[in-house]
């Protein structure tokens, strides 16, 4: 296996789990229910984390690609832009998810509200932008 393969096996991680994560977020609010907001948060943190080899995959599998006949360096530079845009979202999403979990677990109010508020936002944003990374690549 290459990094080519690598990163075609790990690449709809980011994409489908910010997605799954997302969902779930978003409903723990119907309920108010904090388990489900809880798993949200895991699972935000757990994709952030598995998003790191993601990236360094594609950068390899850049390198393996640039030679190849038929291959638009153009497309290959903005899905890298997109990716590295996106890698930032996610990873201060994961972060903010991290920061969440850490309270949850401190205070038995559980997080601030501002917690929830940039999770909720930055996790809006990096999904988004790991679609737009999905649809360039």
């Not at 723990?28 to 699972?43: K, P, Y």
């Not at 530079?77 to 930032?88: F, I, P, Q, S, Y």
Request: proline share 3%; glycine share 8%.
């Amino acid at each position: 296996m290459n990094f080519d393969h690598l990163h075609l096996l790990l690449n709809h991680v980011p994409i489908i789990g910010f997605v799954i994560a997302l969902a779930l977020f978003v409903a723990s609010f119907a309920g108010r229910n904090t388990d489900v907001r809880r798993s949200a948060l895991i699972v935000f943190a757990v994709v952030a984390l598995v998003t790191i080899p993601t990236f360094v995959s594609g950068v390899a599998a850049d390198r393996t690609i640039a030679n190849d006949a038929g291959i638009s360096e153009a497309l290959v530079k903005r899905h890298e832009g997109a990716a590295m845009l996106g890698l930032w979202f996610v990873m201060a999403t994961g972060g903010a998810a991290m920061t969440a979990l850490w309270r949850f677990r401190r205070t038995a109010a559980g997080p601030p509200r501002a917690d929830i508020v940039a999770v909720l936002l930055l996790s809006t944003i990096a999904t988004g932008l790991m679609a737009r990374t999905g649809n360039t690549g």
